[in-house]
């Protein structure tokens, strides 16, 4: 899946403030200040809100404008990739502790032959009897041991190491089929992530064009300023919603990251130092 980060157009240009009109002799009014309304906390709410979330969108592409996927994002990969995984590992080593020990059980079934022997010198009196022939002896004898009386408790020993191996073996076999549905979830998840960011790119371009159009219309004076303003917000509404897809599709490329045990596959090579 090829990584086609877009590039959505800037931004269109700032919302004109609403034009005041002139103003009109009027009588003087007595106390004009205390009669003014105040703005109340709730008008002033709606206000403070949208610039809130005006300031959010932009520190967030502030932040994704630094981050960057990897060139090319894989549709499929070879499942010898999830060998690299930790736990996958584990499983693999866990089996093999357990295949040994069914060898090391059934060898104690079996008796066991030895073969001993000993050399040296012994003498009662002085040390100069040692150096000679008299004082030599040596041993030569085989031994031998069968288990008559723990013939079963090897056996039933033998029988617990083999269900200890199969497991361990259906423990390493969950393993990697867990692993491959993680890996498959993250790639079908980063394919819906695509069309989820191309259909924002294209939503956003369009609020633009459409606060764009309006714009000009309104410096024409053919288009009220509220709707200027109400398109104004749908743009910012469009590109809050582009950085989420952002974010989502960033998000579910590390699960992918996590679900192989890593993203070696997009290392460079060493290059040598000449």
């Given at each position: 899946?090829?990584e086609?980060e877009?590039n959505?157009?800037a931004?269109?240009e700032?919302?004109?403030?609403?034009p005041?009109?002139?103003?009109?002799?009027?009588?003087?009014?007595?106390d004009?200040?205390a009669?003014e309304?105040?703005?109340?906390?709730k008008?002033?709410g709606?206000?403070?809100?949208?610039r809130?979330k005006?300031?959010?969108?932009?520190?967030?592409?502030?932040?994704?404008?630094?981050?960057?996927?990897?060139a090319?994002?894989?549709?499929s990969?070879p499942s010898d990739l999830?060998n690299q995984r930790?736990?996958?590992?584990?499983?693999e080593?866990q089996?093999?502790v357990?295949s040994a020990?069914?060898?090391?059980a059934?060898a104690?079934?079996?008796?066991?032959?030895s073969l001993?022997?000993?050399y040296?010198?012994?003498?009662?009196?002085?040390?100069s009897v040692?150096?000679?022939?008299?004082?030599?002896?040596?041993?030569?004898?085989p031994?031998?041991?069968?288990?008559?009386f723990?013939g079963?408790t090897?056996w039933?020993g033998?029988?617990?190491?083999?269900?200890?191996?199969?497991?361990?073996?259906?423990l390493y076999r969950q393993?990697?089929?867990g692993?491959?549905?993680?890996?498959a979830?993250?790639?079908?998840a980063l394919?819906?992530d695509?069309?989820a960011?191309?259909?924002?790119v294209?939503?956003?371009?369009?609020?633009g064009e459409?606060?764009?159009?309006?714009?000009a219309?309104?410096?024409?004076g053919l288009?009220?300023?509220?709707?200027?303003?109400?398109a104004?917000?749908?743009?910012h509404?469009?590109?809050?919603?582009y950085?989420?897809a952002?974010?989502?599709?960033h998000q579910?490329?590390?699960a992918l990251f996590?679900?192989?045990g890593?993203g070696?596959?997009?290392?460079?090579?060493?290059?040598?130092k000449?």
């Open positions: 899946m090829k086609a877009p959505p157009e931004k269109p700032a919302t004109p403030a609403a005041k009109p002139e103003a009109t002799p009027a009588a003087p009014k007595p004009a200040k009669a309304p105040k703005p109340s906390a008008a002033a709606p206000k403070h809100e949208v809130n005006i300031i959010f969108t932009l520190s967030i592409l502030g932040i994704l404008a630094g981050l960057s996927l990897p090319d994002l894989p549709v990969l999830v930790p736990d996958i590992l584990s499983a080593a089996m093999h357990a020990k069914i060898g090391v059934t104690n079934l079996f008796p066991t032959f001993n022997g000993t040296g010198a012994a003498s009662a009196g002085s040390f040692l150096s000679a022939a008299s004082g030599k002896f040596w041993s030569l004898g031994s031998a041991s069968i288990p008559v723990q079963t090897f039933y033998r029988r617990a190491a083999i269900d200890a191996y199969q497991q361990s073996q259906a393993t990697v089929l692993a491959f549905e993680q890996v979830d993250s790639l079908k394919q819906h695509a069309e960011l191309e259909a924002q294209q939503a956003r371009r369009a609020a459409a606060l764009g159009l309006l714009q219309n309104y410096r024409a288009a009220a300023y509220l709707d200027v303003l109400t104004d917000v749908q743009f509404q469009a590109t809050i919603a950085l989420q952002v974010g989502q599709r579910d490329t590390v996590v679900a192989l890593g070696w596959w997009n290392e460079q090579p060493p290059t040598g000449g």
